[in-house]
């Protein structure tokens, strides 16, 4: 058996008659079934000229047959290069040309303005809907089920994804088939993943967490999953009484306790609610525990490395916390400028070092190079700590870190401190532009429906709680905080809110 990850999850997957995926529509696919039509798409792909090396970019609503696609594009050898649906055309034209793929799949109503632009990048572009329907399924179904799945070597590209691009240019993060088996076996060994699971797949299925984490554990076990196209609150809570574990990002459980139907009859089935993409509050980490009698289990993963470190199954879960290590992954905490390894408790930059770390920036070599220590670590540009324990705490991203007077402010640190406010849901601190101090401390809050807390009542709160160069210089009340599609806050747009906030007015 070879590296690739079809194989490594799913080679004897054509006869297994166990059922793979329930849809939305009540209908059901087999591992065989599924096997099935990832061959007819691998066929396709290969009379199509797709093989060892070639990108295929899908930009794609979530359906099964999405999901066979990507199974299509492993089996042939080639990279898969999954792209936010909310892109616009502007937008994926920077991927398009940068990633040069073969053949592009798109919703047959940007085939137009997709199409213009692949014509340019030299590739050719077929379509795929919401509903499992387009020209590359025409086209598939007239091909043969078998395909003998190429082989591919430990470090050959199974993946590309790109990055958010909040800092700067987008970078495409090459991910290898070592890379993405050696999580999805790590993962389930960690979480205890059987046949017998079935998991609540309300995830997008264009970034790592719906299609590594979700998708590629639930095949590595060969577990069941209930396939839903969106996140929708009382149909999850309706299928807990079916099904046992929850992958989700924060918002999924902010929700749920926002519904009067959760409870600890509700999650009675369940044994497992993981949570990440993005910080989860401690304070709902509480309010879940208490409502249903589960512990959220918190890990930490990023594009570059897949999962990192994961709370126990067995054992505390500590709110704020990440976890230790999955095995076989290195983490340690360095000074940010020189990169000298710090000690216990230490708040530093997190560094990984391990089979899950990726390959590099695809085209991108001299980033790839400033991004690595000498000895192999990926510096995540995560600021973080690492407790006697080994538990790992993440502070904040290293350009989240605010230089104030002199001092260096990490925003979790505050905003643990206004999140446990009364009256406070949320908060974000974000250093802007201050004449007198370099960067002016500034907390964007969400209240609490129907609270009336204000300015003056946070500040007062935090008076006795942080040191003085800590503390917000102002407290802007906000609706919500903007996030990205998978709830992480974008502190970016905060910053460019409040730009102008400390100008000196003329």
Known sequence: MTWNLFDRLLASAASDQSICIENDDGTAL????????SGR?????????????????????????????????LRAGAVYLPLNTAYTPAESEYFIRDAQPTLIVCDPKEKAA??????????????????????????????????ETVARAKDDLAAILYTSGTTGRSKGA????????????TLVEQWRYTSDDVLIHALPVYHIHGLF??????????????FMQKFDAER????????TVLMGVPTFYVRLLQSPNLSRASTAHMRLFVAGSAPLLAETHREWHDRTGHEILERYGMTETGMITSNPYEGPRIPGSVGRPLPGVEVRIADPETGTPLGVDEVGMIEVKGPNVFAGYWQMPEKTAAEFRADGFFITGDLGKIGRDS?????????????SGGFNVYPKEIETEIDAIPGVTESAVV????????????????????????????????????????????????????????????????????????????
Request: proline letters at 3%; aromatic letters at 6%; a positive charge.
């Open 30 to 37: 087999s591992y065989a079934e599924l096997a099935a039509l």
């Open 41 to 73: 798409f691998a066929n396709l792909l290969a009379k199509l000229g797709v093989g060892p090396g070639h990108r295929v970019a899908c930009k794609v609503e979530k359906s099964v047959e999405a999901i066979a696609l990507y199974l299509a594009t």
């Open 114 to 147: 997709l199409g213009a632009i692949t014509d340019k990048a030299g590739g050719r572009i077929e379509t795929l809907d919401q509903d499992g329907k387009g020209s590359v399924v025409d086209a598939a179904a007239a091909c043969p089920s078998e395909f």
């Open 174 to 185: 090459m991910l290898t088939h070592g890379n993405l088996v050696s999580n999805a076996l």
């Open 213 to 226: 984490v979700a998708g590629n554990v639930t095949f590595a076990a060969r577990a069941r999953m209930i």
């Open 236 to 243: 999850i809570l309706s299928a807990m009484a079916r099904a």
């Open 391 to 403: 538990t790992v705490q993440i502070v904040g991203r290293g350009k989240d870190l605010i230089i």
């Open 431 to 506: 250093g802007v532009p201050h004449a007198d101090f370099g960067e002016g401390v500034t907390a964007a809050v969400v209240r609490t429906p129907g609270a009336s807390i204000d300015e003056r009542a946070i500040l007062n709160a935090l008076s006795g709680r942080l040191a003085k160069f800590k503390q917000p210089k102002r407290v802007i009340f906000v609706d919500q905080l903007p996030r990205n599609t998978m709830g992480k806050v974008q502190k970016n747009l905060l910053r460019e809110r409040f730009a102008d906030l400390y100008a000196v007015k003329a």
